[in-house]
């Protein structure tokens, strides 16, 4: 008995060690191990320029450098950035997956919270042989910048640099940041010295051009910039001495903690040194601030050019002829290529980075582009495809590094095109594929039923559902044996049990879509059928493989901002009336009507219809997967996803639609509403027979069931995180590229 206790109390004993070291690992700092070596004044270094390039220190000698990387914002689903909820296990899990594609280094904006350099950190503990290293973004005031006009306001400089010097304490562990209330910041205690896996520093944001217009017109007398580390050259303007001393300072206060990194500040082309003569927009035009108008000279990391470079804006991408004079591997003449080279070549005695590239996989789209290469409008695979072809041609052109945008999609964010339909601080909490800015991601943030329900016309997925996850719509309706929904975060799902197979060489099936009082009772698509209460959405499914999704004229947010109150479209004030029987392609601006003097020439309003819906697959498993698939019948089961925004939702959490009333504005107020009303009906092809409404006319639709659901918070919000066909396409041309293009010549 003694004995038993001596052992017993042996391995309690032998357990506490054991978790105690499990205890002092997580709460003790490792110590960051890279190979570095010592130039100048006994400074570490890893990184620094060497003429146009950016080179490494590895074994024992200088080599090469080319940043293959993904920027990382700071949101997931249901949050918003300044939330932080992004967790330490998040972190170490996306590590790997960014250097499994093939990535060396990770961007980021600003600075995130302890979680992320710690998980960095002891991500590197345990690849030390091959650390993943991160470029850190220093924040610019932009509000305070936009609103005053004036970076030399002393207060917005004041804040600035309290945030590079922040910044810089962060990266080296060495701060604690209270919380700001409704500041969007990140705090907490930096204890972990991620440091030596820092790659380079990215001072600011994209400056607004007339802020910079303003600040070297009010600031004309400033004086030259001499710092430390880094100064202005005697062309440089006076926005540009303003950043001179951003950078030196971010330099200086990084040299208190021995180490040297390769800096730059952010720009993009609206403010780029080129011209850009077939540009129509004046402001897109109208001041550089030029990198080569600030060098080091005092600092052996060296310096280097940011760039964020988009292939469909500004508009000068499609229209300005003389960026169309080069061809692509595929021998199209090709406005991205071309821009890269001349900036490239303008920048000739230094690095250049393109730290911003990539399109998005959305249902909308926000500006189109040479080459098909749009904001928005893609599939999965198409975005990788697109985003594999402009990150070789930035290696092709001898740039030091090129950093996709971006490794997560973000609910949270906002597309100039759909911001007046949605209410802003409802973002987070739901999935709008017509927001093309959610989407740029690689990683995908599908809503929660992505991997629960398939649009594949196979309904044994609907059998897998909860009875209080589905409802089954008892509409005895001819030509439907039964209608099932359900719903989540992204989608208003529908699955239709159909009497007879579906031919759609012979039929049309249309589903209508009550959610508020008003919209159409009639149509052409109802033949001489009338309803009860009015429709505000319709879909009409036919040909074979056509969908389309259509809105009420006197419901059309498109026509009502840009014909009746901008009065750009031309439309029939009749088809505002109650009524009108008219659907409308749903519809969303690309580029605004810009006419002389506001332009250098006059531009045409510019529209593209984003309702036509997709049929396929949306089973990642299938080979002829796509991530637009919308509907897919086979025999007789109809299955069809609809984007919560082409059901005129401006937030499906809070049941909340867009409304009927005319502000005034081109902001639309918001109705709360019950749910939505699911109408049905079949055409035959040949003798326009209505199959499905049959009895009263008007048929009563009030009498339909209503399909509702409650309200979601933050909280309730889910989930799929799956990498997209992106990120393995992009891991192809990632793992191709090891150097700068120079080593290959």
């Known amino acids: 008995m003694k004995k038993l206790f001596k052992s017993g109390f042996f391995k309690i004993g032998l357990v506490f060690i054991i978790a105690g070291g499990a205890v002092a690992y997580w709460l003790m700092p490792p110590v960051a191990k ?30 090469p450098y080319f940043a293959k990387g993904v920027n990382m914002g700071a949101a997931v689903p249901g949050h918003f950035p300044g939330e932080l909820e992004i967790s330490r296990d998040d972190y170490m899990r996306w590590f790997e997956m960014i250097q499994d594609m093939g990535a060396n280094v990770i961007r980021v904006y600003t600075i995130l919270k302890p979680e992320f350099y710690e998980a960095l950190v002891r991500y590197n503990e345990k690849h030390q042989d091959n650390p993943l290293f991160f470029i850190q973004g220093v924040w610019s005031p932009e509000e305070q910048l936009i609103a005053g006009q004036n970076a030399f306001d002393p207060k917005v400089k004041q804040k600035f640099e309290k945030e590079v010097r ?10 604690e940041l209270e919380a700001e209330a409704h500041s969007g910041k990140a705090s907490g205690n930096y204890v972990f010295n991620a440091g030596p896996y820092l790659m380079g520093w990215i001072v600011g944001t994209e400056w607004d051009p007339m802020m910079v217009d303003k600040t070297n017109k009010n600031n004309s007398g400033a004086a030259d910039y001499k710092g430390e580390h880094f100064q202005s050259k005697s062309d440089a303007s006076p926005f540009e001495k303003w950043l001179a001393e951003m950078v030196d300072i971010t330099a200086t206060t990084e040299a208190k903690h021995g180490w040297q990194h390769p800096i730059a500040f952010s720009n993009w082309v609206t403010t780029d040194p080129l011209e850009h003569p077939g540009e129509p927009l004046i402001t897109e035009d109208m001041v550089s601030v030029d990198p080569s108008h600030i060098e080091a000279v005092d600092w052996d990391a060296g310096y280097f050019a940011s760039y964020h470079v988009y292939p469909y804006y500004p508009d000068f991408f499609t229209f300005d002829k003389s960026f169309q004079t080069m061809k692509n591997d595929k021998g199209e003449v090709d406005s991205y290529k071309t821009y890269l080279h001349k900036l490239k070549e303008y920048h000739n005695d230094m690095p250049v980075m393109i730290t911003e590239f990539g399109v998005p996989a959305s249902q909308g789209i926000a500006h189109t582009g040479m080459l098909g290469r749009n904001q928005g409008g893609h599939d999965d695979k198409t975005q990788g495809e697109m985003d594999a072809d402009m990150f070789r041609q930035i290696h092709q052109e001898g740039y030091s590094g090129a950093i996709l945008f971006t490794w997560q999609d973000e609910w949270f964010k906002k597309t100039w095109n759909t911001l007046n339909y949605d209410i802003p601080d409802r973002r987070a909490y739901w999935y709008n594929t017509l ?32 009875d209080g996850d589905k409802t089954k719509l008892d509409m005895q309706m001819k030509g439907f044996n039964e209608i099932w929904a359900t719903h989540d975060e992204g989608y208003l799902y529908l699955l239709a049990k159909l009497t007879e197979p579906l031919d759609l060489t012979e039929n049309s099936v249309y589903l209508g879509f009550d959610t508020l009082k008003g ?45 009746k109150l901008s009065k750009i479209l031309a439309y029939d004030p009749k088809h505002f009336q109650d009524d009108s029987g008219l659907f409308n392609p749903w519809k969303l601006v690309v580029n605004y009507l810009l006419e002389y003097p506001d332009s250098r020439v006059d531009h045409p309003f ?61 902001q639309f107020e918001s109705e709360k509403v019950e749910g939505v009303r699911i ?67």
Request: proline share 5%; charged share 25%.
């Open 679 to 745: 109408v049905p009906w079949i055409v035959r092809n040949d003798s326009k027979e209505v199959i499905g409404l049959e009895g009263n006319n008007p048929y009563p639709i009030s009498k339909l069931p209503l399909y509702t659901w409650k309200r979601w918070e933050d909280i309730d919000v889910k989930y799929v995180e799956r990498p997209k066909q992106s990120y393995s396409i992009m891991q192809k041309a990632m793992r191709e590229v090891n150097q700068p293009v120079s080593e290959h010549k």
């Open 435 to 466: 927001t093309n800015e959610s989407h740029f991601g690689i990683l995908g943030m599908y809503p929660s039923k992505d991997d629960v329900i398939h649009i594949d016309g196979d309904s044994s997925d609907w059998d897998k559902l909860d």
């Open 519 to 563: 919209g159409n009772r009639h149509a052409p698509q109802l033949q001489e059928k009338t309803l009860d209460e009015g429709l505000e959405t319709l879909i009409e499914l036919g040909n074979k493989d056509k969908g389309q999704m259509m809105i009420a004229s006197n419901y059309d947010f498109h026509t009502r901002i840009y014909g």
């Open 606 to 666: 510019g529209d593209i219809e984003v309702g036509n819906l997709l049929r396929g697959t949306s089973n990642p498993q299938d080979p002829n997967y796509n991530s637009k698939a919308m509907w897919q019948a086979k025999g007789n089961i109809l299955e069809i996803r609809i984007p919560w925004m082409l059901l005129g939702f401006s937030d499906p959490s809070s049941l909340s639609a867009i409304s009927y009333k005319d502000t005034g504005t081109k």
């Open 166 to 175: 922040e910044a810089v304490e962060a990266v080296y562990g060495n701060i």
């Open 34 to 63: 890279v190979e570095s070596t010592e130039i100048g004044k006994g400074y570490k270094v890893k990184f620094k320029t060497n003429g146009t390039q950016i080179e490494q220190f590895q074994n024992q000698s200088w080599n």
